[in-house]
T-cell receptor
Framework: KAGVTQTPRYLIKTRGQQVTLSCSPISGHRSVSWYQQTPGQGLQFLFEYFSETQRNKGNFPGRFSGRQFSNSRSEMNVSTLELGDSALYLC??????????FGSGTQLSVL | KQEVTQIPAALSVPEGENLVLNCSFTDSAIYNLQWFRQDPGKGLTSLLLIQSSQREQTSGRLNASLDKSSGRSTLYIAASQPGDSATYLCAVNDRGSTLGRLYFGRGTQLTVWP
């Protein structure tokens, strides 16, 4: 079974631009969560989707948004990028057991 | 708000040593606790998942214990190897929250030298 797939692996953007990151969960997993990881703040929860509905949201500004499609694939979008948005963005899926399976992440650099 | 603390922040040991990594959390109303491993620039790999009703879980050379009432968990690594070098993260899932919402500690960076 393929693992959680995140694309692209690396992204370089400039301030003010917007970016879309993609996540394909493990086949059969309907829940997808997103996390931001930075050296200063560690791992912080962004949001969680299940059956195309956002079930939980972390404490991030409205510039961070996401969605989930009927095939459980998920995207997150960051608009009006700031330097502080530079981070590793991780996606995880779960089959409902509580065990989370993470992708390799998208490393976003904002210049 | 749940807060997770991991001690020590970094650990450097010679190969073959037995290790104990510590994790504490402030709210004992948890659903489960998980230990992850992260290699530099990579995603997280789940090592062990302990449900709130369990006291410990074992996988190979790894053993994790949970004392929910005191808000503590330990990860024991037996006979450490250089390949164990990585950052180890502890995370809890609060009771009443959704399964994908974890609170993470800052991790313990482990270096095992030959």
């Amino acid at each position: 079974k393929a693992g959680v797939t995140q694309t692209p692996r690396y992204l370089i953007k400039t301030r003010g631009q917007q970016v879309t990151l993609s996540c394909s969960p493990i086949s059969g997993h309907r829940s997808v969560s997103w996390y931001q990881q930075t050296p200063g703040q560690g791992l912080q929860f962004l949001f969680e989707y299940f059956s195309e509905t956002q079930r939980n949201k972390g404490n991030f500004p409205g510039r961070f948004s996401g969605r989930q499609f009927s095939n459980s694939r998920s995207e997150m979008n960051v608009s009006t990028l700031e330097l502080g948005d530079s981070a590793l963005y991780l996606c995880a899926s779960t089959p409902g057991t509580g065990k989370l399976f993470f992708g390799s992440g998208t490393q976003l650099s904002v210049l | 708000k749940q807060e997770v603390t991991q001690i020590p922040a970094a650990l450097s040991v010679p190969e073959g040593e037995n290790l104990v990594l510590n994790c504490s959390f402030t709210d004992s109303a948890i659903y489960n606790l998980q230990w992850f491993r992260q290699d530099p620039g990579k995603g997280l790999t789940s090592l062990l998942l302990i449900q709130s009703s369990q006291r410990e879980q074992t996988s190979g050379r790894l053993n994790a214990s949970l004392d929910k009432s005191s808000g503590r968990s330990t990860l024991y690594i037996a006979a450490s190897q250089p390949g164990d070098s990585a950052t180890y993260l502890c995370a809890v899932n609060d009771r009443g929250s959704t399964l994908g919402r974890l609170y993470f500690g800052r991790g313990t960076q482990l270096t095992v030298w030959p």
